[in-house]
């Protein structure tokens, strides 16, 4: 049974760090993403990462503050999040796939965790 399981959200100040991990189990995908969706609105792409050739991509507005990687060994995928902004609150889903490119669109990936809530108080 596939899983993804996201953990590491919380409450921070603006311009503060936090860390989200997403746990798979169950099988290996090549691409994985995080996107995140705010109550009211679409789920919007935050970034991807490509397993086999360590692609990345990025939504323009996280460009230069966040981080997408992955560690092989635990197959788990990270979003290291800096200089958080106040936008940047919503809850934030991993989900994995198996193109070859990372792709900014959700109906590209097979499955998706749960979600963590991030909440940035300005």
């Known amino acids: 049974q596939v899983q993804l399981v996201e953990s590491g959200g919380g409450l921070v100040q603006a311009g503060g760090s936090l860390r989200l991990s997403c746990a798979a189990s169950?099988?290996?995908?090549?691409?994985y993403a995080w996107f995140r969706q705010v109550p009211g609105k679409e789920r919007e792409f935050v970034a991807a990462i490509v397993w086999s050739n360590r692609l990345t991509y990025y939504r323009d507005s996280v460009k230069g503050r966040f981080t997408i990687s992955r560690d092989n060994a635990k197959n788990i995928v990270y979003l290291q999040m800096n200089s958080l902004k106040f936008e940047d609150t919503a809850v934030y889903y991993c989900a994995a796939g198996s193109t070859n490119v990372p792709v900014p669109l959700s109906s590209k990936y097979e499955y998706w965790g749960q979600g963590t809530q991030v909440t940035v108080s300005s």
């Open positions: 169950g099988r290996t995908f090549n691409n």
